[in-house]
């Protein structure tokens, strides 16, 4: 394998054989991986640090950490996407505190990805139905507490199951189903009472 064609054949590997190589220090192989997860670790770090350049910033290093650290990824421990976003979790959460920080939703601008269509492909009208549709659900995720809002983010905007998600953060699934049922009921009652205001 040489240039090109070892780029390609990489990422032609599933996510455990490209691990399996960065552990070997294969270059390319984080190359492929990197290709693969770097816009959802800048999603997840963007959604927790509320900065584009630092978010740019903390993805470069959590790759740099999965470099680092695949010699660790046990395969029987779980699926590879969980362990990457759990590695970028951690490292998410260790800049938060040293920057101590907290993890609020609060811009709708960064949210762009509740827009299901591009916004050219439908009419002004709906398009500002759905800016405020959007605004006020966001409204309402700001009411919840933090670990209920992290796993709906995580389950909705992520689109992680919740066993990844409790994989993830290191929770049960229990805690984590928990959550979710509590932010739903949370959120259905924030909404109604929004849309009898």
């Known amino acids: 394998m040489v240039g090109y064609n070892k780029v390609v054949e990489y990422q032609e590997l599933e996510d455990h054989q490209l691990i399996h190589w960065i552990a070997l220090a294969e270059k390319e192989a984080l190359e492929a991986l990197y290709g693969r997860y770097s816009s959802s670790v800048f999603s997840l770090a963007?959604?927790?640090?509320?900065?584009?350049?630092?978010?740019?910033?903390?993805?470069?290093?959590?790759?740099?950490?999965?470099?680092?650290?695949?010699?660790?990824?046990?395969?029987?421990?779980?699926?590879?996407?969980?362990?990457?976003?759990?590695?970028?979790?951690?490292?998410?959460?260790?800049?938060?505190r040293s920057r101590r920080r907290t993890l609020t939703v609060t811009d709708p601008s960064l949210y762009e990805t509740l827009d299901l269509i591009p916004s050219s492909e439908i009419p002004v009208d709906e398009q500002v139905v759905r800016n405020l549709e959007r605004e006020r659900i966001l409204k309402a995720l700001s009411?919840?507490?933090?670990?209920?809002?992290?796993?709906?983010?995580?389950?909705?905007?992520?689109?992680?199951?919740?066993?990844?998600?409790?994989?993830?953060?290191?929770?049960?699934?229990?805690?984590?189903?928990?959550?979710?049922?509590?932010?739903?009921?949370k959120l259905r009652g924030v909404l109604e009472r929004d849309v009898h205001d």
């Open 46 to 96: 963007m959604y927790m640090l509320k900065q584009e350049a630092l978010a740019e910033e903390v993805t470069q290093d959590i790759f740099l950490n999965i470099w680092l650290k695949a010699s660790s990824y046990k395969s029987d421990r779980g699926a590879p996407r969980a362990w990457i976003m759990s590695v970028a979790h951690h490292k998410i959460v260790d800049v938060i």
């Open 143 to 185: 009411t919840l507490p933090e670990p209920q809002r992290q796993v709906i983010m995580l389950a909705y905007f992520g689109g992680y199951s919740q066993s990844e998600m409790a994989e993830m953060l290191q929770q049960p699934l229990g805690t984590v189903k928990t959550r979710v049922r509590l932010a739903m009921q």
